[in-house]
């Protein structure tokens, strides 16, 4: 069963109301009534009649409260046609449905799994900045790379991009690749899967000279490693000349927690007590921590609509050697209460428990 633009709107008004009535939920999602608007009126904008949509906010942990909006689709909705077409994304639409087209020419059963992000910056100084990312990996970036980047007019950063992953082939892999245009300096964003976790992120970094992290948030990001409940990627910006900007990115993605259920497990585990205490230790968060358990549900927004609502990734963030505030992005994913039970798709672990019980 799919589910209509309007009912994509309303789950993602819904969950934006339980983020903000959660306890501290004002300190962490809320913002001004002009940056708001601005908000509301970007989610219009990614919405797909009929097809799967993935809602993300991102906000940092400390600091001026911010929140960006994304939207996730898998390639598929743009292999036929562009659905953004007359939207203000639509160039962006035009570039996913090139994308899906190359991608289905090379191995067409990727489309279903092969996921494409609108990401926008929102903040009260200009309109909503939107960047895409791809997701490109393993034989096919060989494939794929020269042609997206011809397309976004990038082809002179493909010799220092081949050069870049063969220095890191054996320790990580690419992952996604996201074009920033609408920022200033339209950096190209790399994120690669580190292989084995943090063990070779210093020798990765020395060998694509990349901006070095401090001895004490390496030190951090080891303590982080040892709870064990995290995968690593490493994200690096390369600007139109082939150098790398001075932005470092490291992403902490639950390993096994992945679920509503399972997550609520582990905020409540001392193993996410020790990860509060590391971050605001590290003054890169403060208390806000303390809403994200609220954020974490699986709830029915009408009769036969639910949402899922669960903590994407945290991000760390170095920039020319400071830390910045740290991240965390949540995703929501609207679905029909048939597709809930549906193991194929994966949501029966979201909304039923062990004895088939709907979680709360």
């Given at each position: 069963?799919?589910?209509?633009?309007?009912?994509?709107?309303?789950?993602?008004?819904?969950?934006?109301?339980?983020?903000?009535?959660?306890?501290?939920?004002?300190?962490?999602?809320?913002?001004?009534?002009?940056?708001?608007?601005?908000?509301?009126?970007?989610?219009?904008?990614?919405?797909?009649?009929?097809?799967?949509?993935?809602?993300?906010?991102?906000?940092?942990?400390?600091?001026?409260?911010?929140?960006?909006?994304?939207?996730?689709?898998?390639?598929?909705?743009?292999?036929?046609?562009?659905?953004?077409?007359?939207?203000?994304?639509?160039?962006?639409?035009?570039?996913?449905?090139?994308?899906?087209?190359?991608?289905?020419?090379?191995?067409?059963?990727?489309?279903?799994?092969?996921?494409?992000?609108?990401?926008?910056?929102?903040?009260?100084?200009?309109?909503?900045?939107?960047?895409?990312?791809?997701n490109l990996s393993g034989?096919?970036?060989?494939?794929?790379?020269?042609?997206?980047?011809?397309?976004?007019?990038?082809?002179?950063?493909?010799?220092?991009?081949?050069?870049?992953?063969?220095?890191?082939?054996?320790?990580?892999?690419?992952?996604?690749?996201?074009?920033?245009?609408?920022?200033?300096?339209?950096?190209?964003?790399?994120?690669?899967?580190?292989?084995?976790?943090?063990?070779?992120?210093?020798?990765?970094?020395?060998?694509?000279?990349?901006?070095?992290?401090?001895?004490?948030?390496?030190?951090l990001l080891e303590q982080?490693?040892?709870?064990?409940?995290?995968?690593?990627?490493?994200?690096?910006?390369?600007?139109?000349?082939?150098?790398?900007?001075?932005?470092?990115?490291?992403?902490?993605?639950?390993?096994?927690?992945?679920?509503?259920?399972?997550?609520?497990?582990?905020?409540?585990?001392?193993?996410?007590?020790?990860?509060?205490?590391?971050?605001?230790?590290?003054?890169?968060?403060?208390?806000?921590?303390?809403?994200?358990?609220?954020?974490?549900?699986?709830?029915?927004?009408?009769?036969?609509?639910?949402?899922?609502?669960?903590?994407?990734?945290?991000?760390?963030?170095?920039?020319?050697?400071?830390?910045?505030?740290?991240?965390?992005?949540?995703?929501?994913?609207?679905?029909?209460?048939?597709?809930?039970?549906?193991?194929?798709?994966?949501?029966?672990?979201?909304?039923?428990?062990?004895?088939?019980?709907?979680?709360?």
């Amino acid at each position: 069963m799919s589910i209509s633009t309007m009912q994509q709107l309303e789950a993602f008004a819904f969950w934006r109301r339980q983020l903000l009535a959660a306890p501290m939920g004002r300190q962490l999602w809320g913002l001004d009534k002009t940056v708001e608007a601005k908000l509301m009126n970007q989610a219009p904008l990614y919405a797909l009649n009929g097809q799967k949509v993935d809602f993300y906010v991102e906000a940092p942990l400390c600091g001026q409260p911010q929140v960006d909006l994304s939207a996730q689709y898998f390639a598929e909705a743009f292999a036929e046609d562009n659905p953004l077409q007359g939207l203000k994304v639509e160039q962006e639409g035009d570039f996913f449905h090139f994308y899906a087209k190359a991608l289905a020419t090379s191995k067409r059963e990727l489309l279903r799994h092969s996921n494409l992000y609108l990401e926008a910056d929102i903040t009260d100084e200009s309109e909503p900045k939107v960047a895409s990312f791809i997701n490109l990996s393993g034989d096919f970036v060989e494939v794929l790379l020269p042609s997206v980047l011809a397309y976004r007019g990038r082809l002179k950063q493909l010799p220092p991009v081949r050069t870049l992953l063969e220095k890191v082939h054996e320790w990580c892999e690419p992952w996604h690749f996201g074009f920033m245009e609408s920022r200033e300096i339209r950096p190209l964003r790399l994120v690669l899967i580190l292989k084995q976790g943090l063990k070779d992120l210093e020798r990765v970094l020395e060998r694509i000279a990349a901006p070095t992290i401090p001895k004490e948030r390496r030190e951090l990001l080891e303590q982080i490693e040892e709870l064990r409940i995290f995968k690593f990627m490493l994200d690096v910006d390369m600007l139109e000349d082939g150098s790398l900007g001075d932005t470092v990115g490291v992403e902490l993605i639950p390993q096994d927690a992945i679920y509503p259920a399972t997550q609520q497990q582990l905020v409540q585990s001392e193993d996410f007590a020790r990860l509060c205490e590391l971050l605001q230790g590290a003054h890169v968060a403060d208390q806000r921590m303390k809403s994200l358990p609220n954020t974490i549900m699986a709830a029915p927004i009408s009769a036969d609509t639910y949402i899922y609502s669960r903590i994407s990734h945290f991000k760390l963030r170095w920039q020319a050697g400071e830390a910045m505030p740290a991240k965390v992005y949540l995703q929501m994913r609207p679905v029909k209460r048939q597709s809930c039970i549906n193991e194929d798709w994966g949501y029966k672990k979201v909304f039923l428990n062990e004895e088939g019980n709907e979680h709360e």
